[in-house]
């Protein structure tokens, strides 16, 4: 894990005449050629240049430049949200009768474009259990084709080692795609351990601040190649508004995420115990259940506590109903906390059986743990449990 907030503060598009300090917004659908000539070979790539924003737009360029320092990848394509980023690169790299090898534990969404969508075109997978690693070498086939996951997991704080899935991707040939939405570059950088693809939803801590969707794939060049057609030629581009606000983003990035682990540090701590709750999980808490995984893998635990509130699914509705400052909400990675109750929204769509594999119990709450006063999250969090 390196700290590269430097190049995120001072990477920048090309200046223009005018000399600007902050990048300006290129607002601006396609670009104008010299000659017909110049039109040419700007579209046969034998002369650098934009063509068309649904391809590429100097303030999208700058993003991604931003984040292939970031997480240490060769090349990169950012769509208009996360789910793009994880349905596009998935869509591209995967064809009729490959198979993917999964976490059980992933995003709502992404769990529908397994079970749902990818099926109608002939792509299959398997669940495979972080708790049981030994397992998931058994549950590789011949046509498996790449595996995915998430770390921490989305909302079950489930953990998996990066160094030894590195290891089984490379004995078995497989891509490794993760989504490394919970950790941000600033915590873990999956590339180090061999990760072929990083997503990201940069809605979450890349905005940080609860504006703007946006979704980033980056990693290895030639499946970036790949990704990039698939994309240019459907469509899910992200818009240089989107980018220009995300691309000032990360220039606070490792100021944010860090003082987003401290507070969530502090919330963890100071709720554990309490009489409300049945546990408190937080993978920097010496009692979580890889807290050793997250001391090896994590600079530090992430911006997320999850709490098991005692009395179930209608006990955590009247625990968030007490709450007075922190937001009600789905998102996460906001300067505001924010409490979700999983079961009864986000990941409402699945069975009480799905729901159960995953960690999601009745009581459980995610708190997404924000930038306010650390005292103030916890005076709020406290009343409304007394
Ligand atoms: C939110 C989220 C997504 C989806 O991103 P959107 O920007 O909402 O489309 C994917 N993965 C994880 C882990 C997320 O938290």
Not at 131 to 149: D, G, H, M, N
Not at 223 to 232: D, G, K, P, S
Not at 324 to 340: E, F, H, K, V, Y
Request: glycine letters at 8%.
């Amino acid at each position: 894990m390196s700290d590269n907030s430097t190049e995120a503060i001072r990477l920048q598009a090309q200046r223009s005449h005018y000399r600007e300090h902050s990048v300006p917004l290129y607002f601006t659908s396609s670009f104008v050629f010299d000659d017909a000539e110049q039109a040419r070979a700007v579209f046969a790539e034998e002369e650098q240049g934009q063509v068309y924003s649904r391809y590429a737009n100097p303030n999208v360029d700058e993003l991604l430049q931003k984040m292939c320092h970031l997480e240490k990848a060769e090349d990169g394509f950012a769509f208009a949200s996360g789910m793009g980023a994880i349905f596009g690169s998935l869509a591209a790299l995967l064809q009729s009768g490959d198979h993917v090898l999964a976490a059980r534990s992933l995003f709502g969404s992404t769990h529908q474009l397994l079970t749902k969508i990818f099926p109608k075109w002939g792509i299959s997978h398997t669940y495979a259990d972080a708790a049981r690693p030994e397992e998931w070498e058994s549950l590789i086939t011949p046509a498996t084709k790449l595996i995915l996951i998430e770390t921490p997991s989305n909302p079950g704080l489930e953990l998996i080692d990066l160094a030894w899935l590195g290891e089984l991707k490379r004995k078995h040939n497989l891509l490794l795609v993760v989504d490394n939405c919970f950790a941000t570059p600033v915590l873990q950088n999956p590339t180090d351990f061999g990760a072929d693809l990083v997503l990201h939803s940069a809605t979450k801590y890349i905005d940080g601040q609860g504006r703007v969707l946006g979704g980033i794939a980056v990693g290895r060049k030639d499946l970036i190649a790949e990704v990039r057609y698939f994309a240019r030629h459907t469509g899910p581009a992200m818009s240089p508004f989107n980018a220009w606000v995300l691309s000032k983003s990360l220039e606070t990035l490792q100021l944010r995420v860090e003082k987003h682990c401290e507070n969530a540090l502090k919330v963890a701590e100071a709720l554990s115990g309490n009489p409300a709750l049945e546990k408190v999980n937080y993978p920097f808490l010496p009692d979580f259940p890889q807290y050793e995984l997250a001391k090896k893998q994590m600079r530090m635990g992430g911006g997320i506590v999850t709490l098991q509130v005692k009395g179930g699914y209608d006990a955590a509705k009247a625990f968030i109903d007490k709450l007075q400052m922190i937001s009600i909400s789905a998102n996460l990675g906001d300067t505001r906390t924010i409490a979700t109750h999983p079961a009864s929204t986000t990941h409402s769509k699945l069975s009480e059986q799905e729901r159960a594999a995953t960690g999601i119990t009745p009581g459980l709450v995610r708190i997404s743990v924000g930038l306010e006063r650390a005292e103030d999250i916890i005076a709020d969090l406290e009343q409304a449990l007394g």
